[in-house]
């Protein structure tokens, strides 16, 4: 399931391919002129999943029936999946139909969708790269340490009227142990 959510968010980034034109003929079977086969609405759900754009028309007339199909098939996904309108929420979007705030709830739910998606692909992104380095950020913040450690070792070191350099030089020269002139 996480994998139909990756592939569509991936195809989201994309340009959208050219319509998909399915036709819907008199006895309700639907016709995928791309693939030249028979689909279900199952189908149709997948290719939608995939990130396809799908255009129903009625053969005879012509008449778009995309956005009832696409009910149709939320109203499969509803009946016999993992329900996401609960009740109460029908209820609300129920109550926004005839009203002056019918446009804006559409709006709304749109702006709401994408910006979650987006959020989604983020996640999943950063996520992606936490599984691909899981020691990335242990590795940079050792590394700000260190240099974080470095920096406080020389400002003490500055104030003690020692520079770093001159320290190491001491550092380098050998021990006499108190053999000097012998």
Known sequence: MALRYIIFLQCEKLPMPQERLIR??????????????????????????????????????????????????????????????GCDLLEMIIRFYGGPMQALLSRYLEQAFTAMLRQQASMQSEMAKALQAPLAPLSEMARKNMELWEQMQAVTLNAFGTSSSATNKTADKPKDNGKEGK
């Open 24 to 85: 819907k003929y008199s006895n309700r079977r639907l016709y995928d002129t791309s693939g030249s086969r028979h689909v279900t609405l199952d189908d149709l759900r997948q290719l939608v999943v995939a990130g396809e754009k799908i255009k129903v028309v009625d053969d005879k007339s012509g008449e778009d029936l995309t956005r009832s199909v696409l009910l149709q098939i939320i109203a499969e996904q509803e009946q016999f999946g993992l329900p996401v309108l």
